[in-house]
DNA sequence: ATGAATGCAAAGGTTTTGCACCCCC
DNA sequence: GGGGGTGCAAAACCTTTGCATTCAT
C-alpha cells in the first residue's frame, strides 16, 4: 500500500529505506560553473577580490557535499588541498552566506551549523535519530499556517527553521 | 476578538509590545517542591545519589530562570553558591533533562542550547531578531499537519524544534 | 600602490574529562 | 565500604583574531 517508494531502489539510504523525494531535483542544481558567476558578482559587488582558494573551496562545496558542518569543510577541502589554512575556509564561509549560495540550514546534535548549497526551494529538515540521515521536506499547509499565524501576531517574518525528530521505521525494524 | 491580548499592559516586553498569551499559564507552573519531588523519583530510579548541589541548582532554575544557556546558569548559581564548581552544573542538566525537568527548546545565535523547564504543553518558539526577546506560541494546524505529513513519509515522530525568526513591528516602528 | 586575502599561531569561549577527595546509602 | 558526586585544573574542541606576507586590481 505505501509502499510504493520503491522507484530508485538503487539509492537505498544507510537505514534501508529509499529515499523522500526532495523539492529539488539534482537537474535543476547549479553546477560550479554557474557557482562560480554567482560568486564573483557577490565579490565584485562588494568590491572583494578573487582568489584561488575560495573557488577551490567551492568546488569543493559543490561537488561533494551535501550538509555539512564548517569542520567536515576544512576535512574536505584540506584533504585536496592541505595548503589552505582552516581560518581561510571559515573565513569564506559568510561570504558564500552572503552570495546566497550556502544556506545555514539546521544544527546537529552537538549543535554546530549545518550547512547545504542553496537549492532555490524552500524546504524543512526531518532528521532520522537513528541512523542521522537529513530528509528534506516541503508542505505547503504547515508554511500557510506558520503565515496565517505570524500575520495575527502582527510579527514581520524573517525566516524560520522546523526541523522533526524521528526515526524511520524501516530502520527501527532493522534493529 | 482576538484583541484581548491587552489584558496585561503592566508587563510590557523590551520592544513596547504585550506578551503573546503563554500556552502555560504562571498558575500551571510547578513550584520547587514539586520539581524536586519529580529529581527524587529520577534519581531514585536511576540508582543514582540525591545532591545538595542538585537540589540548589534545580532551586535557582525554577524560582529565577525562563530561557537560559548553561553558562547563564552557571553565573546564576555561582552568585548565590560560588562554592559549585562548574562542571556540576555542566553535570546537573542531563540529569534534569532526562527528568523531564527541563527542555532544550532552541539555539540562540551562537548555537548554544538554550533551556527552560519544561512547562508540560508543547510549544514552540518566535525569536524577535530586533530585540531578541522569545515568545512562545502553539498552532493545532501546523501539529496536524505536520503529524499527517510524517505518517505519510512513515517517520515515527520523537519530537520537533520549529523556530519562527521575526520582528516585532512595533520595535521595527520605535526604532 | 593599495587594499584584500592568506597562513600560521595564539587567543577565546564553551564543554568535557581526569583525578583526588567527599558524601550518600 | 562502595559507588556516586564534587571541585579543580587541564584538556578538547570549535571558532575568531592578530600579524606578517602575498596576491589581485
Same mark, same amino acid.
Given at each position: 500500500?505505501?509502499?510504493?517508494?520503491?522507484? +530508485? =531502489?538503487?539509492?537505498?539510504? @544507510? *537505514?534501508?529505506?529509499?529515499? %523522500?523525494?526532495? @523539492?529539488?531535483?539534482?537537474?535543476?542544481?547549479?553546477? &560550479?560553473?554557474?557557482?562560480?558567476?554567482?560568486?564573483?558578482?557577490? !565579490?565584485?559587488? #562588494?568590491?572583494? +577580490?578573487?582568489?584561488? @582558494?575560495?573557488?577551490? /573551496?567551492?568546488? %569543493? /562545496?559543490?561537488?561533494?557535499?551535501?550538509?555539512?558542518?564548517?569542520?567536515?569543510?576544512?576535512? =574536505?577541502?584540506? #584533504? $585536496?588541498?592541505?595548503?589552505?589554512?582552516?581560518?581561510? !575556509?571559515?573565513?569564506? /564561509? @559568510?561570504?558564500?552566506?552572503?552570495?546566497?549560495?550556502?544556506?545555514?540550514?539546521?544544527?546537529?546534535? $552537538?549543535?554546530? =551549523? %549545518?550547512?547545504?548549497?542553496?537549492?532555490?526551494?524552500?524546504?524543512?529538515?526531518?532528521? *532520522?535519530?537513528?541512523?542521522?540521515?537529513?530528509?528534506? &521536506?516541503?508542505?505547503?499547509? %504547515?508554511?500557510?499556517?506558520?503565515?496565517?499565524?505570524?500575520?495575527?501576531?502582527?510579527?514581520?517574518?524573517?525566516?524560520?527553521?522546523?526541523?522533526?525528530?524521528?526515526?524511520?521505521?524501516?530502520?527501527?525494524?532493522? =534493529?
Amino acid at each position: 500500500m505505501k509502499t510504493k517508494s520503491k522507484k +530508485n =531502489a538503487s539509492h537505498l539510504l @544507510p *537505514c534501508g529505506r529509499a529515499p %523522500i523525494a526532495s @523539492p529539488t531535483r539534482a537537474s535543476d542544481r547549479k553546477t &560550479f560553473t554557474q557557482w562560480k558567476a554567482v560568486l564573483d558578482l557577490e !565579490i565584485e559587488s #562588494k568590491g572583494l +577580490n578573487k582568489s584561488r @582558494p575560495r573557488e577551490q /573551496i567551492l568546488e %569543493i /562545496i559543490v561537488n561533494q557535499l551535501e550538509h555539512f558542518t564548517v569542520p567536515d569543510l576544512v576535512k =574536505a577541502v584540506q #584533504k $585536496s588541498h592541505p595548503e589552505l589554512g582552516a581560518a581561510t !575556509i571559515y573565513r569564506s /564561509i @559568510p561570504v558564500l552566506v552572503e552570495a546566497g549560495i550556502l544556506l545555514e540550514s539546521l544544527s546537529d546534535s $552537538s549543535r554546530m =551549523a %549545518i550547512y547545504e548549497v542553496n537549492s532555490g526551494e524552500h524546504h524543512d529538515h526531518i532528521v *532520522c535519530t537513528d541512523c542521522h540521515q537529513i530528509f528534506e &521536506f516541503h508542505d505547503e499547509r %504547515i508554511e500557510r499556517a506558520q503565515n496565517e499565524l505570524t500575520k495575527k501576531l502582527a510579527f514581520q517574518v524573517i525566516s524560520h527553521r522546523h526541523v522533526i525528530y524521528a526515526r524511520c521505521d524501516k530502520f527501527s525494524k532493522k =534493529a
